[in-house]
Each structure stands twice: as structure tokens, then as C-alpha cells.
């Protein structure tokens, strides 16, 4: 069945860059998604990228997507306290009409 | 932005009591809703599939009639836990879209419910 793999934590100094990694099984999926959550919150979007596309960079995010290995990771550039928080990898289900979540990459960043 | 608010934020009951959670958009409609739940470290698990007007689909394990879901209008859309008990102690997460009825590439996600069952 559908399937999204994650790394479970990952620790880095203030500065430096953090690269958050995933793989994921349906070939089919239309779009890949990362999610971050933080203490008690809800989810919110940061990015995604369309199946079709190799790379997307938006500010200190960069997601890569390997179709090939069905790998997509994301890299966060200049690491900052505040990027501690919870990171979720998400592809669609086969229909289309929910996502399917890694188990989260807790990412905790020391001063 | 879009904006999907839940309600309440957090929630404690004795067990065999029943509990409605809230899910709103706030300003779009939506014609469909997701319902996930949340383990401490794990990740989200899809529950139902709330559309508007309509039944509810429930992923394979999930009860039914335990989870109840009503979605009245296109703006709202509810999650009754019916007989609590501790193990359904959990996060409740919705998630809404302002797009087509199945499309996931714009889904906003609520900020959860933390359901206590003692």
C-alpha cells in the first residue's frame, strides 16, 4: 500500500544547513508535500512541489525530488531556532482526494 | 490566507461520554473536509473523508459509528467521538480545501483538537 518513510530525528547547530529526507512508494502521486508542525499546533504548509518538477526553492527552502528513487527531501539553509519543530513529508493517496504523512522528522536546533 | 479553525482546542471527559469537534473554514467553502488523528510520535492517520451534503467515507479501521461526522454546510463540518474511552484519547486534526471536491494541493490544515479521555 502507500507508504512514506522518514528519518525520526535530526539535530544541527544554528547556521548551519538542515536536510530533511524522505521516501515515499506511489509513483503516482501528483504532488509532494512538507509540512511543518511546532508544540501543540496544527499543521502548516510550507511547501510543495508537482511530479513533474526536480527542484523547488522558496526563500532558505529547497526541495529536491528524486522520481527515480521516489525520494524528496527538503533542505532549509541557515538554520534557525526557530525551525525547531516537527517536519512532515505528505503524498497524495492513489485517488487524489487525501494525503498520506510520514511519521515526522523532529528537527532540534542548538545556539 | 485561507483560514480553518477548530473547536475546542482541547478537551477532557470521563469515559462512555460523547464529544463534537468542530471544524470551520472560515473564509471559503469547502466542499470537503478531512478528519485525521494523531498519536503521540506518530504521524497522521487519515480518518474519514467528510463531503458536504452528503455521507461521510471512512478509511478501512475506522468505526463509523464511533466517529461520527456530520458536514451540514460548506463551511462547517463535525467529528463526534460517541462512547469515549481512553484510547481514543488523541489529536484530531481537520483539514479543508477551497478547491475541487478531491483535490489535495491546497489543503489547510486546523489547528487540532486534543481530546482527554480520563
Known amino acids: 500500500g502507500e507508504d512514506v518513510e522518514q528519518s525520526l530525528f535530526l539535530s544541527v547547530r544554528e547556521g548551519d544547513s538542515s536536510v530533511i529526507n524522505c521516501t515515499y512508494t506511489?509513483?503516482?502521486?501528483?504532488?509532494l508535500y512538507w509540512y511543518k508542525q511546532e508544540p501543540g499546533a496544527g499543521l502548516q504548509l510550507l511547501t510543495y512541489?508537482?511530479?513533474?518538477?526536480d527542484m523547488k526553492q522558496d526563500q532558505r527552502l529547497t526541495v529536491l525530488l528524486n522520481k527515480k528513487d521516489k525520494h524528496l527531501s527538503l533542505r532549509i539553509a541557515d538554520t534557525q531556532t526557530g525551525d525547531s519543530a516537527i517536519y512532515f513529508c505528505?503524498?497524495?493517496?492513489?485517488?487524489?482526494?487525501?494525503?498520506?504523512f510520514g511519521k515526522g522528522t523532529t528537527l532540534s536546533v542548538s545556539s | 490566507g485561507a483560514v480553518v479553525s477548530q473547536h475546542p482546542s482541547w478537551v477532557i471527559c470521563k469515559s462512555g461520554t460523547s464529544v463534537k469537534i468542530e471544524c470551520r473554514s472560515l473564509?471559503?467553502?469547502?466542499?470537503?473536509m478531512f478528519w485525521y488523528r494523531q498519536f503521540p510520535k506518530q504521524s497522521l492517520m487519515l480518518m474519514a473523508t467528510?463531503?458536504?451534503?452528503?455521507?461521510?467515507?471512512?478509511e478501512q479501521g475506522v468505526e463509523k459509528d464511533k466517529f461520527l461526522i456530520n458536514h451540514a454546510s460548506l463551511t462547517l463540518s463535525t467529528l463526534t467521538v460517541t462512547s469515549a474511552h481512553p484510547e481514543d484519547s488523541s489529536f484530531y486534526i481537520c483539514?479543508?480545501?477551497?478547491?475541487?471536491?478531491?483535490?489535495?494541493?491546497?489543503?489547510?490544515f486546523g489547528p487540532g483538537t486534543r481530546l482527554t479521555v480520563l
Open positions: 483539514s479543508a480545501g477551497p478547491g475541487l471536491a478531491g483535490v489535495t494541493d491546497t489543503q489547510y
Open positions: 506511489d509513483s503516482s502521486s501528483t504532488y
Open positions: 512541489i508537482f511530479s513533474n518538477m
Open positions: 505528505a503524498e497524495d493517496n492513489q485517488a487524489g482526494t487525501a494525503l498520506i
Open positions: 473564509d471559503f467553502q469547502a466542499t470537503t
Open positions: 467528510s463531503n458536504e451534503g452528503s455521507k461521510a467515507t471512512y
